[in-house]
């Protein structure tokens, strides 16, 4: 049984650019997941200028960008009326906007680029343990033909926020849960606001509704609420709703990323709110510094670089939040007057729109 440098745990995003990274890098790779095919759902919905200068070098960001909607604007609204309008393409970069696509469509591209490869995502195989060496990582997997065992000389725990490889590696994930229950909904809708431009609907008891086209007849609707169409603002008229779910939001990371020959990244390392946009793109960019890294012998320094990184996303991503889910007080007043009155200046939006975008100099 030969040794193959980096299994991969998790066929996820970020599994999946990891392993199309490594693979270009010149690592030999295999990649597993329990599941027996890819989602069909449209999860995480944006791509950010960060994540496509990552990709551009193995050809994947042409294709997304052939597949995606380009979004230049953000719209903010306060109990109805107009707050202000951040112009995302003020950001110098040529990826100076977001590009909506569904997950389950990016999934779609990534799988079809690893193919082209010769990697084939081994799908309803799961692992079920690992023993670790000087040298390497043995992995006992459990597949479609019975079980088995993998030797790797590194594992790349991809698999989400209850990874089984950061729980077998016994690190702790710490942070706490929000609160609030939150909602989404996938729908095509009559509204004033078209499908070309994010919205972001705050409220005076706190309440605040983000809307991101995903299709050219599409939306998603999330909401830190149990009910976001409940939100949707007047002369909205749902016409299809294509999926819906509940879910709660915690801010938790691994108190570091790596043990030994093992790794984690993406959700398996941090899970913050849906604020921003960062998840499934700061996970990405996880997982491409890790194929860097292993190129270069320099591993040692993952949980150094990468746990301060997440640190300050997950830091932005709850600032963000907090800011905009503000009840009745002087905070929300001086929230809004700085939005209507300091926002729309060109150099402020100049600098505000690199943060939104994801860009990292």
């Not at 009155?341 to 939006?349: D, E, F, N, R």
Request: hydrophobic share 45%.
């Amino acid at each position: 049984m030969g040794m193959t440098d980096v299994l991969i745990v998790g066929a996820g995003p970020v599994g999946m650019a990891g392993a199309i990274e490594l693979h270009r890098r010149g690592a030999s790779v295999r990649i597993v997941d329990r599941e027996g095919a890819r989602t069909k759902l449209s999860k995480a919905v944006g791509i950010n200028s960060q994540t496509l200068e990552l990709l551009e070098p193995s050809g994947l960001t042409e294709r997304l960008l052939a597949a995606g909607i380009r979004i230049a604007r953000a719209n903010l609204h306060f109990d109805g009326k107009p707050l202000v309008t951040l112009n995302l393409d003020r950001a110098d970069h040529r990826f100076n906007f977001i590009l909506a696509l569904p997950q389950s469509a990016t999934e779609g591209i990534l799988e079809a680029a690893l193919a082209e490869r010769g990697v084939t995502v081994e799908r309803e195989t799961e692992m079920v343990a690992f023993s670790r060496h000087a040298d390497s990582v043995t992995v006992s997997l459990r597949g479609p033909s019975g079980e088995g065992e993998a030797i790797a000389g590194r594992v790349l725990g991809a698999d989400g926020p209850r990874s089984a490889i950061r729980q077998g590696l016994g690190i702790p994930f710490t942070g706490a849960r929000y609160e609030e229950t939150w909602s989404l909904a996938d729908v095509t809708l009559d509204w004033p606001y078209g499908y070309r431009e994010v919205n972001l609907f705050l409220h005076a008891n706190g309440a605040l509704l983000f809307t991101v086209p995903i299709a050219p007849d599409r939306i998603r609707a999330i909401s830190q609420t149990d009910n976001a169409l409940a939100l949707l603002p007047s002369g909205s008229v749902v016409r299809e709703t294509h999926w819906q779910s509940t879910f709660h939001v915690a801010l938790r990371q691994a108190e570091r990323y790596q043990d030994g020959r093992c790794f984690l990244a993406g959700d398996a390392a941090h899970v913050h709110s849906p604020a921003g946009g960062r998840g499934m793109n700061l996970g990405i960019w996880d997982a491409c510094a890790f194929a860097s890294r292993h190129a270069a012998g320099t591993l040692d320094g993952y949980t150094a670089e990468r746990h301060a990184i997440g640190a300050r996303i997950l830091a932005i991503t709850d600032r963000m939040f907090r800011v905009a889910r503000l009840k009745p007080g002087i905070a929300q007043s001086a929230r809004n007057l700085v939005m209507r009155h300091v926002v729309p200046i060109p150099a402020i939006q100049r600098r505000i729109a690199p943060q939104l975008l994801g860009i990292e100099r």
